[in-house]
Nanobody
Framework: QVQLVESGGGLVQAGGSLRLSCAAS????????MGWYRQAPGNQRELVAK???????NYADSVKGRFTISRDNAKNTVYLQMNSLKPEDTDVYYC???????????????WGQGTQVTVSS
């Protein structure tokens, strides 16, 4: 089993900043990509940002220039620095990790429990 524990969500005014963290633990041989997704009630979960083990990043167009994803491979932790937040960024944010749990096993996808981000206008 793999556990992803998120932290850093909360309430912030428009224009403000938040930093999300997600630490992976448990049965981990290696981690490929780690990422952040968000989902509003009734909507599909959508990619916010993703980072590979080599540091290659991918962002949703709506957050480019405002959000920065990074990771600490030694700590199995991914971060999302969110600046210039807008009310439309309000969502539940979920951490995702693509994990190889033991040598020669397949890649499996794991999710955190979600953390609420609320941006007031």
């Amino acid at each position: 089993q793999v556990q992803l524990v998120e932290s850093g969500g909360g309430l912030v005014q428009a224009g403000g900043s938040l930093r999300l963290s997600c630490a992976a633990s448990g049965s981990i041989f290696s981690i490929d990509a780690m990422g952040w997704y968000r989902q509003a009630p009734g909507n599909q979960r959508e990619l916010v940002a993703k980072i590979t083990s080599g540091g290659r990043t991918n962002y949703a167009d709506s957050v480019k220039g405002r959000f920065t994803i990074s990771r600490d491979n030694a700590k199995n932790t991914v971060y999302l620095q969110m600046n210039s937040l807008k009310p439309e960024d309000t969502d539940v944010y979920y951490c995702n990790a693509e994990v190889v749990v033991r040598r020669f096993s397949v890649l499996t996808s794991w999710w955190g429990q979600g953390t609420q981000v609320t941006v007031s206008s």
